[in-house]
């Protein structure tokens, strides 16, 4: 183990990611499928719908799973399922059913289980940086679609929706189960060496690790769960709807939609990577409430863009907070709550995100379709963002007073260094 390169880890990790996170490139099929099968854009949104649903439902699984058969088992068996369901929805020619069995079902099992893989991996591995070192371990994940993307939409053109599907299955899963081979834990109370956490750290971390069953026990596992929640609705809805947006709105033909998906993808990865940066300097709750204030701007506004080169950058923009969320959020779960448990604890956080990420788009697409335009979910988002603002605000650490007097001390500073009044007492 002592030979063991952790970054040749977290590489590893990013590739897994990126194949997962192929996923986000379902806009794509959005068209071809409405016209080749006459089913509605409600209908094929549902997949994605359906898919998501259960990434969020089998992500805690596969933290307490990896928590007893290790993280290389867990990933490899996630990659099978994603892969395995893509390929198998290529048999889904006017069986809308077996479309959301396979893809929605199995594959969304397959990507909640590897998600939370490479997370709870690395988080171990880089506890200096846990907020740079999570958006890495997601950020190939926000970046899967700005390869999976322009690729689908060439083959698309080229051999027609289930063939495409066939030949990117077989590629996900490849890529994946290469990926998750090499994932495996550092020791127990392994840290690098000469590194202490430094007293910014110390105040914005819990004085122990807490189990799943204590993390629920907090409100401020909810709270997250509310600040990832949320900040999710807005991303995940225009990700669900980016190819038929930008033709909508910017006016631009398909294969130039499809090529808009992919760089805006590439928004949603370096977001992840940009934003868990920022908060290992500003603190994970300043970088979400400047996330929220950004989006809230954009979305308020996003109904008079009409040219595509500022649809495509506000686009950008919304993906980049959209990633960093997931950036945070593992880091945020590791500060609050220790890294022993962060596979399960912050797997178990996409139960709750899993149902707006699920069904805001499905509404997004409702509101679409009944309307005939985007305004109403552009605003109802807006809203949204705005009124949660106060979140960010609001959250600290779960410790008691006793405990927050003592965490200068842990670090090492004399409490009068900190407080400025006298610490005899």
Known sequence: MPSVNRWWIAVAGFCMQMALGAGYAWSVFRIPLVKEYGWSISQVSFTFSISWLFLGLSAVVGGLWLNRSGPRVVGMVAGLLWGGGVFLSSFSAYKLWWLYLTYGVMGGTGLGM????????????????????????????????????????????????????????????????????????????????????????????????????????????????????????????????????????????????????????????????????????????????????????????????????????????????????????PAFAADYFGPRHVGPIFGLMLLPWAFPAAFGPLLFAYLRQATGGYNQGLYLIAGVLTAAMILPVLVHPPRNRKIEQEAPVRAGLPLQAVSGTDAKA
């Open 114 to 329: 590897g998600f939370v893989v490479p997370v709870a991996v690395l988080v171990k591995w880089f506890p200096e940086r846990r907020g740079l070192i999570t958006g890495i371990a997601v950020g190939g994940f926000g970046a899967g679609a700005l390869v999976a993307a322009p690729l689908a939409g060439r083959l698309l053109q080229h051999v027609g929706p289930m063939p495409t599907l066939m030949y990117l299955g077989i590629t996900y899963a490849i890529v994946a189960v290469s990926g998750a081979f090499f994932m495996q834990n550092p020791p127990e109370g392994w840290k690098p060496a000469g590194w202490a956490p430094s007293a910014a750290q110390v105040s914005q971390r819990s004085d122990r690790d807490y189990s799943l069953g204590e993390a629920l026990r907090t409100w401020q596992w909810w709270a997250i769960c509310a600040l990832l929640s949320i900040n999710t609705i807005a991303g995940i809805s225009v990700v669900s709807q980016a190819a038929p947006l930008f033709q909508e709105l910017g006016k631009v033909n398909a294969v130039t939609a499809a090529t808009f998906v992919g760089i805006i993808s590439l928004g949603n990865g370096l977001g992840r990577i940009f934003w868990a940066w920022i908060s290992d300097l500003t603190g994970r709750k300043t970088a979400f409430f400047t996330m929220y204030l950004l989006q809230a701007i954009i979305f308020w506004n996003f109904h008079s863009i009409s040219s595509p080169i500022v649809l495509l950058v506000a686009s950008f923009v919304v993906l980049v907070c959209y990633g960093g969320a997931y950036g945070i959020t």
